[in-house]
């Protein structure tokens, strides 16, 4: 069986959070361990969606959550657990504010238990749907990913895991596209476009506000060669600034 014979690999779901904050606004990125997917490129944080993201001992911890379906719900719920085991950020409102520091961090089923120590809830109705973008077909690895928004205040400290992120930066949109085009940051195609997203608001409150209003349509980008170098594209009419990248074939010697 050649390569072109194989069905495609079956995408995972998963779901990655644009954290944006005020003053000036600026959006958080992260970069993973070198064993880790996506190594290489500033990413938001994010991950595959658990089963103990859909448990219905949830549901006495959420608020905002009493419209959305159950895949809906533990899409969100799975954006709010990466955010804290990545970023050390605790999407919750309400409570006492006291949180474990980052060595204490959990994983798994146990944030739960970091949400109900906080005494407030988990407030999806804070995390906006932003873009859903599923991984080529003939990619080997794929993921169904949902992107979300959420807006944090400052006083918000981001920390690295240690593990799973090795780095981490507040960053102007305009200023992570700028590097990414001088060479400085490697970004992927449903960043690039997501932070082109962004620099359309003004501010986090108008960004959450266009998020809430705008469809979200699941985009598949299909890679294709093209004299030179391949490219990815999705449709011209997806909503989206730019429709495809061209990325030039490596020249030898």
Not at 5 to 18: F, G, H, N, Q, Y
Not at 112 to 121: F, I, K, M, N, P
């Amino acid at each position: 069986m050649t390569d072109a014979d194989k069905a495609p690999a079956t995408p995972r779901p998963a779901a990655t959070v644009l954290l944006v904050r005020e003053d000036p606004f600026e959006v958080l990125m992260v970069r993973r361990h070198a064993a880790a997917t996506f190594a290489s490129a500033l990413v938001f944080p994010g991950g595959v969606v658990d089963p103990e993201d859909s448990h219905p001992d949830w549901l006495p911890l959420l608020c905002g959550h009493e419209e959305l379906s159950d895949h809906e719900r533990a899409h969100r719920i799975a954006a709010a657990r990466e955010t804290w085991e990545e970023a050390a950020i605790l999407l919750v409102t309400g409570g006492n504010g006291e949180c474990p520091t980052a060595p204490d961090r959990p994983h798994g089923s146990l944030f739960r238990e970091v949400v109900q120590a906080s005494g407030g809830h988990l407030d999806l109705g804070a995390i906006a749907p932003f873009g859903h973008w599923i991984t080529p077909v003939d990619a080997p690895k794929r993921f169904d990913t949902r992107f979300y928004l959420a807006h944090v205040g400052r006083e918000q400290e981001a920390r690295c895991d240690g593990s799973e992120t090795v780095e981490l930066e507040w960053i102007a949109p305009h200023e992570a596209l700028e590097r990414a085009r001088r060479g400085d940051a490697g970004i992927m195609f449903p960043t690039k476009l997501s932070l082109l997203r962004l620099t359309e608001t003004p501010c986090p409150r108008t960004a959450f506000e266009a998020a809430l209003q705008r469809a979200i349509v699941p985009l598949t980008p299909v890679v294709s060669a093209r004299d030179g170098g391949t490219v990815v594209a999705i449709p011209q009419d997806a909503g989206y600034a730019e429709w495809e990248e061209f990325t030039p074939q490596p020249r030898l010697g």
